[in-house]
């Protein structure tokens, strides 16, 4: 079990005091994560005690630099089962990581009037890479439909299969806005059957939930070291070794070449490949001891954590006059839960909310489409993680009960 008051004591930020003097409340995790010191102290140490560029210098820190992003990248092979360290390419975030899935594979294996089946419930990350190589190569991008139930129409999963042939289906493992988590297992298994490769978007899922991408079988995944108490600058591609090395480069520089001429280049080997120009040092060293406070938490009991207080969260915000929620109330669902309250725009709940030291977040949360799909302009989310307890369900439920009687 995880004790999240013991936690807490390891995030300095989450220390601090908000506007009304009482601890902050942070609930907003879906858009990044707070940092443990541990994290915070690994930066401060690369840059005290080996700051110096990577893979070039044959002296002891730039040695050591090279050394620890590399442990880095075996710890992310482990957390996430893959089966060679050079699966692993380091990105800017899980958008970049999806861009050069979009731009490097999609360029060399689409062509015009294929289709990439995306879902209703994607992020803007997973929606745009796709629309710019329509624009681009004439690709055809195609809906798995959400349910009223913010369920993902499987029976419409299974149509599109085997109606389109998709050469992609591309989705993530939880949604930002529902919580809904689909059956990604079971998705890969009919995708690979219908002639498709799967890419899961694993932004939202890859911190809360132990992700096996060889029990899964995806063919890539793309997730942000800053959604799991990493820094910012740094995201993943995880991708199988056989479609990497058949993919062409996505940028071109220094550190992704095997030899240079005029005129003329060729590759580096995985992962250095995708890996071009001076990386984000400080970022990899430290999102290693990210990956080992997890690690030491273990994902199912962070899982374990979340869907407890995420059932609580649910039980109480529905006591509130007026709140509906965006989500499933149950069953497989992520600590991300979104809500309208009646005659309140969300932003201004998100204001009151943010004056009495409760952060969460407003707006459309990069889903457009799915807010259009459910016809509201725009939703307040709460969003947990492990720091997180029932202390701070029941300040958002009194902050919430506040705006009610402020609008009502
Ligand atoms: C489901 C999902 N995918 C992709 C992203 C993009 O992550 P990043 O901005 O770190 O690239 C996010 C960010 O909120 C997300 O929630």
Redesign the pocket.
Known sequence: MIDSTKILQDFPLLQQAGPDGKRICYLDS??TSQKPQSVIDAVTNYYEQFNANVHRGIYPISERATKETESTRNKIRDFIHAAASSEIIFTR????AINLVARSWGEANLKAGDTVLLSEME?H??LVPWYMLAEKIGIKVEFIPVTDEFLLDMDAYHQLLKSRAPKLVSV?G???VLGTVPPIKEMVREAHAAGALFLM?G??SVPHMSVDVQDLDVDFLAF?A??MLGPTGL?FLYGKKALLNAMPPFLGGGDMIGKVHLGSFTCAELPNKFEAGTPSIAEEVSFGAAIDYLRLLGMDAVYEHERQLTAYAIEKLREIPGLKIFGPLEGARGSAVSFTLDYVHPHDVADILGSRGVCVRAGHH?AMPLHERFRVPATTRASLYIYNNEEDITRLCEALLYVYKLFG
């Open positions: 879906g858009a975030n899980a958008t970049e992020h990350s997973n993530t939880m949604s930002n978007d932004a939202q942000s800053h959604k995201g990069c």
